[in-house]
């Protein structure tokens, strides 16, 4: 792997004043910590840092940040934005150890397709990323879920999966990942009786009715009344 770098250099100023005056610079102050060591405070180039995070580990991508002409190993853990411009305001970096595990998050995402798809059912992810021990160099980009035997009603826990290679998956309990819930049955709409032009719901109802007595009676009495129900308020 490439080493990517990052350049940064040490402040020695604290809070608002000095942070503003590193902005107007085209800086941002950021922190590094870890190792059992005091945090290191420094300022770097927000857009070069996010140019070297464009990689597909995107934020678990292992960088080296160089400092007064030393090297660290670091991971982008933590960030701030401002709430209107969203643009970078604040870094933090974890020291890491290429020898030693760390724990990050790791994307899920899904392969394969399920019979129970087919039959209406609908996939969720109950969780977006898992947790996981792994050395820094080995940290994979994704965890990817095999759905393509999961039916409907079924799920998929954190304990079913197999972790990458030298990785180890990290919970305490055994959580859902997946799971393929039942399709919603559609209602029916109830019929509704036909309301006659004119006339109130009750009357309506029975103007409508008026026709299949008509058609039952002998003779053609109740025939004629029908109209007049029909008209009996304007």
């Not at 397709?113 to 996939?123: N, Y």
């Not at 109802?205 to 007049?228: D, M, R, S, V």
């Amino acid at each position: 792997m490439a080493d990517i770098i990052v350049n940064a250099q040490r402040r020695e100023g604290k809070g608002k004043g000095p942070a503003r005056r590193l902005r107007q610079q085209g800086l941002i102050p950021a922190v590094v910590y870890g190792r059992k060591q005091e945090p290191t405070h420094l300022s770097v180039d927000p857009a070069g840092l996010l140019k070297a995070i464009e990689t597909p580990h995107k934020f678990n991508t292992l960088l080296t940040l160089k400092l007064d002409g030393a090297e660290k190993h670091v991971l982008f853990k933590d960030w701030a934005v401002d709430p209107v411009s969203r643009k970078l305001e604040h870094a933090d970096f974890l020291e890491v150890s290429l020898e030693e595990p760390v724990k990050v998050d790791v994307p899920v995402v899904t392969t394969g397709r399920s019979p129970g798809q087919a039959e209406g059912g609908i996939l969720s992810l109950a969780t977006h990323e898992i947790v996981l021990e792994a050395l820094p160099a080995k940290i994979p980009v994704r965890i990817e879920v095999d759905i393509t035997n999961l039916k409907i009603g079924q799920s998929i826990h954190v304990s079913q999966l197999t972790p990458p290679e030298g990785c180890k998956f990290k919970y305490s309990t055994d959580y859902v990942v997946a799971f393929l819930a039942v399709p919603e049955k559609e209602e029916v709409a109830a019929p509704v009786a036909a309301v006659v032009a004119g006339a109130t719901p009750a009357e309506g109802a029975a103007a409508a009715g008026a026709p299949a007595a008509a058609g039952a009676a002998a003779g053609g009495e109740a025939a004629k009344k029908a109209p007049e129900a029909k008209g009996a308020k304007k």
